[in-house]
């Protein structure tokens, strides 16, 4: 049997990975990015795993499957996923896919429409690898919400929506370094496994209010910046970026707190010292964040499934 194989390029963003198929996949049943991104869940769970998990990836990286956009206004559609599933948006992960598109020469700088699983975003190209992303509708839906956590003790959170569900965490009483990882994400997935336990969800008609996001903050190291955060994805791997998302959910609850006027910039450091720069614009009862990132290219190829392979199709620790 011939082997099924896979076009791919790879970037990094703040030093966080995504990894663009280009062709290769299946094609997907549905008239939008939601529909599709329905049935690759249900029909290319395999390919996911194949496409990101080891022995060709690891737990970190991100996927981007390329679509064809739905409406002319677009540039393209996406789908994202990573170790253990479909995303709703990635920040990162856009960013990554406009300097990847760029590289390839289908991308002119400018201001284009990208159509992900969750709505509309745009983004801007400003050079070959400085993107800004204009997200989805974000806010915050409750604050301050208290949860027992077995091994730390009560911790308080805002729980907020741009794309993906966060909770985000300033009394957590830890050191955000980078030698303090495995810590630290051992205390965010109990932060999130006692959200479970105790039933605190968002609202339940975006992604059935799953909190799949737990974001921790604390002093910037530079003093350029404004916070540092540590951000814990499904799956169990930490965002090496400050995560475009997050840093989205960061500025909703900044913007409800009267804290960041709209378009004033809000710089956020990641547990590597990357950077996104952030503001927003609003929009009603939400606001528009906009992201500000850099990415880089970084390999190109083809991922070979051979069916002669028992492990052609990936494996993940995570379950």
Not at 36 to 51: E, G, V
Request: proline fraction near 6%; glycine fraction near 10%.
């Amino acid at each position: 049997m011939t082997a099924q194989t896979l076009s791919f390029v790879d970037s990094h963003t703040g030093g966080e990975p995504t990894r663009v198929i280009l062709s290769g996949w299946p094609e997907l049943r549905g008239d939008t990015v939601e529909q599709k991104s329905r049935d690759f869940a249900k029909h290319s769970d395999h390919l996911r795993s194949a496409a990101v998990n080891e022995p060709r990836g690891s737990d970190i990286l991100v996927g981007a499957l390329l679509l064809p956009p739905s409406k002319p206004t677009a540039a393209c559609g996406v789908i994202f996923f990573n170790n253990v599933g479909v995303l709703g948006m990635c920040g990162h992960g856009t960013i990554g896919l406009a300097v990847t598109l760029h590289h390839l020469g289908k991308l002119a700088p400018g201001t284009h429409i990208i159509e992900t699983s969750v709505g509309d975003v745009t983004v801007t190209l400003h050079d070959a690898h400085r993107v800004s992303v204009t997200n989805v509708p974000s806010f915050r839906f409750a604050k301050q919400v208290p949860v027992q956590v077995p091994g730390v003790g009560k911790v308080h959170g805002d729980i907020a929506w741009a794309g993906n569900w966060f909770f985000l965490v300033n009394d957590h009483g830890q050191q955000l370094e980078l030698k303090n990882a495995t810590e630290l994400t051992h205390i965010a997935s109990k932060i999130r496994h006692s959200l479970d336990a105790a039933q605190v969800k968002g609202e339940k008609s975006l992604h059935n209010g799953v909190i799949d996001h737990i974001e921790l903050f604390g002093p910037a190291h530079d003093s350029e910046n404004h916070s540092r955060n540590f951000v814990l994805c499904p799956g169990l791997a930490y965002d090496r970026s400050p995560c475009g998302t997050g840093t989205s959910a960061k500025v909703a609850c900044l913007a409800a707190d009267g804290k960041l006027p709209p378009g004033q910039v809000w710089r956020q450091e990641s547990l590597t010292g990357s950077v996104f720069e952030a503001s927003y614009d609003t929009a009603g009862e939400t606001i528009r964040p906009t992201i500000t990132g850099t990415a880089f290219v970084t390999a190109h190829g083809e991922l070979i499934l051979n069916p002669a392979d028992p492990l052609r199709y990936g494996f993940s620790t995570v379950q």
